[in-house]
């Protein structure tokens, strides 16, 4: 029997990977997972799925699975405990550490992977009951700079644009993402509307990425310099008469101050900075400008770096001032990496409050004090970013981080720095599916129920909820997120706050909490999301079919409903490339692997497909220090260094290399990380992962 006629049940999900949000079917005989399919009738996908997706059903059961909580004994060793034991154990840690030294002192780290449902049950539990201001996650190494864009430019987070903007648009300006190999299906939607001649493409990226080969125009810009880029077509976009005026003078604001700016950002300006032909960038501003509805597609090359903000402001500016936002095909489209960010981002999940409610307004603190009878002062006054999480631990302030679900050992900025951190936290609870780089540092292991174990709601990048029903059993003794922090809530002693026996019970608390929100989720039941296929929000009641596109009345999220230009200069990136460190370095992503390779890595009809890290040289550069692809070579930068094979490829411009994020100790190399640097956007503090002065030599 082949695998499908094999299965005996098929139960609806939702892909794992990537905010793309595919709708899948988990096939599962006697209990246990079998294979995985594409749903035809979900939208998003129409039954396709990439590689990863396919083969998910190889890892749920994989070697390395965690399936006792782990203790570490008075010798240093980790060994299996019970539940109640751990429990104990993670509740007696927690509340010794807040008598003596407040919540304060306690931080809780954890990711864009979990479901909506355990982002708001944590967020409850951090905020509810620990009440420590000290709550994030690795969404801020990702999305942050996106977030802050949106807010600033539009009044509250979320993406305008639904996927079937694709169809509809007539020019895309692809900058920093590489669809091809992080979000495959979309890239396929993407490829569909190029095959029919509907639309143009612009790819401004440092790095020919596979979109390029199809691009009308490609800007081939230096790391960084995205603001100064942005500002000069701009330029182009109010010097050749291409302002929207009417829609300018009835829906935004601080156009003004953004004239007076980029009037010094001629092309010419533009192109000593960014290093492309100044006749190119004059041709994308016009293009920009005179184009119908123009969709901007970005993704961590634009959030990774030490303008992210900026960036994401420049292009929302590029938009709205001329008229390109909330019409079919138009819109400036931020694509979320992890499969649940955008809950991470809505539920509370990380430095906001549930219903994208801000920690820096009273009275949003004010109505979550209310629905969960705390006090307004257990609730901090502003987030408090990641980095400041790792500070706090070196300055001993915080002695008990708990890790949820992410492996910061190979993800962190500067990794060597950021591990030795970890290492030297009094408690360090790690909870996560599989045994990591990250599980081996702490004190306390709790194993989590994966992906097809649970049930609860995805968000993805067009704000789409999906739903995932549960199709087998945890394994071993694991348990979901959402059972642990309704646990660890009780034994803190607060029931009352926890009634839940589902997450649909949790759904639907916090469901009631964002009326009024943006992101209102009312009309929604995990039922709807499977008869339908997942929608998109805000869904005000039942009867609603949900919101494909924001602000088609140009009315928008701030006190007055106006949307807001911003004014924003080029400033260089902190650093770069000198006699020392000759190379600018960037890292990405490769389609069969996701992260840190936790569960890909497992994966072995993907993992032999790419089974080992590399460095990509240019031909220029690998000419010059005399390495052919194979050759093995050291790279280095201030914070550490590295030792892989070698790519020669053209993908890469000279001066610049380019080294996969998801390989670390585990999987055979040192990480990447080991080499980026402390630099962080001062307004979204997102790290600067996209550019960091290397140096490379030959092995
Ligand atoms: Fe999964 Fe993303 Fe691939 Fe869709 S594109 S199948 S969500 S990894």
Redesign the pocket.
């Known amino acids: 029997l082949t695998p499908a006629e094999r299965v005996e049940r098929w139960t609806t999900s939702t892909?794992q990977?990537?905010a793309?949000?595919?709708g899948l079917q988990i096939g599962t005989t006697a209990g246990e997972p079998v294979m995985v399919r594409g749903n035809p009738d979900h939208p998003v996908?129409q039954g396709l799925?990439?590689q990863?997706?396919l083969h998910q059903a190889e890892v749920v059961r994989a070697e390395g699975r965690l399936g006792d909580p782990q203790l570490r004994d008075a010798d240093g060793e980790l060994s299996a405990v019970g539940w109640d034991r751990a429990f104990d154990e993670l509740v007696g840690r927690l509340r010794a550490v807040i008598d003596e030294h407040g919540p304060q002192a306690v931080a809780i780290y954890n990711t864009g992977q979990l479901l909506q449902e355990e982002f708001y049950t944590l967020s409850k539990l951090a905020r509810g009951a620990i009440k420590t201001p000290n709550l994030d996650g690795n969404p801020r190494l990702c999305m942050a700079s996106a977030v802050t864009g949106y807010q600033r430019s539009f009044g509250s987070d979320g993406p305008p644009n639904a996927y079937a903007d694709l169809a509809e648009t007539d020019l895309v300006y692809l900058t920093g993402a590489n669809l091809h190999e992080a979000?495959?299906?979309?890239g396929g939607r993407l490829m569909a509307r190029l095959q029919e001649g509907g639309c143009k493409l612009i790819v401004a990226d440092p790095r020919a990425v596979q979109f390029t080969r199809l691009a009308d125009l490609y800007l081939p810009i230096r790391p960084g310099t995205d603001v100064a880029l942005l500002n000069a077509m701009q330029h182009v976009v109010i010097r050749d008469g291409l302002v929207d005026r009417a829609y300018l003078d009835a829906h935004t604001t601080g156009y003004d101050e953004v004239a007076a700016l980029v009037a010094d950002w001629t092309p010419q300006r533009a192109a000593e900075v960014c290093g492309v032909p100044a006749a190119d960038i004059e041709t994308a501003g016009r293009w920009f400008g005179e184009a119908n509805a123009t969709t901007s597609l970005w993704t961590m090359g634009i959030n990774q770096q030490t303008q992210g903000v900026a960036a994401v402001n420049q292009m929302c500016n590029l938009h709205l001032m001329t008229g390109q936002v909330g019409r079919p095909g138009a819109g400036p489209f931020s694509l979320t990496g992890q499969?649940s960010s955008m809950d991470f981002r809505q539920a509370g999940g990380g430095g906001s409050l549930p219903g994208y409610r801000s920690l820096a307004k009273p009275e949003h603190r004010q109505q979550i004090a209310d629905a969960w009878g705390i006090e307004l002062e257990d609730l901090p006054e502003a987030p408090v970013a990641a980095h400041r999480i790792w500070e706090g631990i070196e300055a001993g302030d915080i002695r008990f981080l708990w890790v949820i679900g992410t492996n910061p050992a190979v993800t962190f900025p500067d990794t060597r720095w950021a591990t030795e951190v970890l290492r030297n936290v009094e408690t360090l609870v790690v909870q996560d599916v599989f045994e990591t780089e990250t599980t081996e540092l702490a004190d306390l292991v709790l194993p989590a129920a994966m992906w097809g174990e649970k049930a609860g709601t995805f968000t993805n990048s067009e704000r789409r909820v999906n739903v995932l029903r549960q199709a087998v059993q945890p394994y071993g003794r694991a348990r979901s997120d959402f059972d642990i922090f309704v646990e660890v809530g009780r034994r803190l002693g607060f029931a009352e706050m926890f009634p839940f026996a589902t997450t649909e019970d949790a759904f639907d608390e916090f469901k009631a909490l964002t009326e009024g929100r943006p992101c209102d989720l009312r009309g929604i039941t995990y039922d709807r999301l499977e008869a339908e296929h997942g929608l998109q929000w805000p869904v005000p009641d039942t009867a609603s079919p949900g919101t494909p596109r924001l602000y088609t009345e140009g009315r928008f999220n701030t006190e007055d409903g106006r949307a807001v230009l911003h004014a924003m200069d080029y400033v260089p990136p902190l650093e770069a490339p000198d006699a020392s460190y000759p190379f600018w370095l960037n890292t990405g992503r490769v389609q069969e692997h996701w992260h840190t390779m936790t569960k890909t890595g497992r994966m072995p009809s993907v993992l032999k497909r790419s089974p080992e890290n590399y460095v990509e040289v240019n031909p220029d550069d690998a000419r010059r220090l005399g390495i052919r692809s194979g050759d093995r070579v050291r790279l280095r930068s201030r914070r550490g260094q590295m030792e892989v094979p070698a790519r020669v490829t053209a993908k890469v411009a000279p001066g610049s290399l380019f080294v996969p994020m998801h390989f670390g100790p585990k999987f055979g190399s040192r990480p990447v990380n080991d080499l980026t640097g402390r630099f962080f956007d001062e307004l979204s503090f997102q790290p600067a992962l996209k550019h960091t002065a290397a140096a490379l030599e030959l092995l």
């Open positions: 892909c990977f990537c793309t949000g595919c996908n799925l990439c990863k997706s979000h495959p299906i979309l499969p």
